[in-house]
């Protein structure tokens, strides 16, 4: 078998030439959003925080790192507040991004962060909980992989709880009033008036 000198060179322009096309059909901004998107990798769900922005920290700068991470919510919603807690009541801004909803106080300037909940459903890829529980976890490894784990349940809100004093905001619940199933339910913040 000859080989031409010029097989290099064709090869080469053939690399340049697909290059070239592949980039004439790359939509406008994908290069940006894919460059953004390599460099914040998923987002850690805390007893404390929603990625780099602490629970009481600014509302506003939030949402904004949660835009960046995972683009705009599916749905935003406004609340004025839970009417359970009388003439106190704070309103309430909800950011939803499939099973993962944020919960912010958007009053007094910046606003502040009030925390997360995560229920069955879709979750945002990347999304990284605390002790790795999620929905897909059942109720009995969820007790033996939270250290400090105690269970009840709630007969109000049909729930069984699992707490630890390591981290006190948090409460991961099953529906399943025998502890049987699977975790439908993991939270920092929670407020029953959601």
């Known amino acids: 078998m000859t ?11 053939h690399w340049i030439l697909t290059g070239a096309l592949m980039a004439a059909f790359v939509p406008a901004g ?4 894919a460059a953004s998107s390599s460099v914040i990798q998923g987002l850690d769900l805390t007893p404390t925080a929603v990625g780099r922005v602490r629970v009481g920290g600014s509302a506003t700068a939030a949402e904004k ?22 003439p106190s009541a704070e ?6 991004w ?8 958007p009053t007094g300037g910046a606003g502040r962060l009030v925390g ?11 999304l990284r909980l605390p002790y790795r529980i999620t929905t897909s976890t059942t109720v009995r490894d ?5 250290p400090g784990a105690t269970a009840h349940w709630d007969d109000v809100f049909q729930m069984y709880w699992i707490t630890t004093p390591r981290a006190a905001r948090m409460m991961w619940a099953g529906d399943r009033q025998d502890g049987t199933g699977r975790i439908t339910y993991i939270t920092d913040a929670f407020e029953p008036c959601e």
């Open 3 to 13: 080989v031409s000198y010029h097989e290099p060179v064709r090869r080469t322009t």
């Open 30 to 33: 994908a290069e940006a959003k």
């Open 65 to 86: 790192m949660l835009r960046q991470v995972l683009g705009p919510p599916d749905k935003a919603q406004n609340s004025k507040g839970c009417e359970l807690a009388g």
């Open 91 to 96: 309103p309430r801004r909800f950011l939803v």
């Open 98 to 105: 499939g099973a993962l909803t944020v919960t912010l106080a």
């Open 116 to 126: 997360w909940t995560v229920s069955s459903g879709n979750v945002p890829p990347g």
């Open 142 to 146: 969820a007790m033996r992989t939270i």
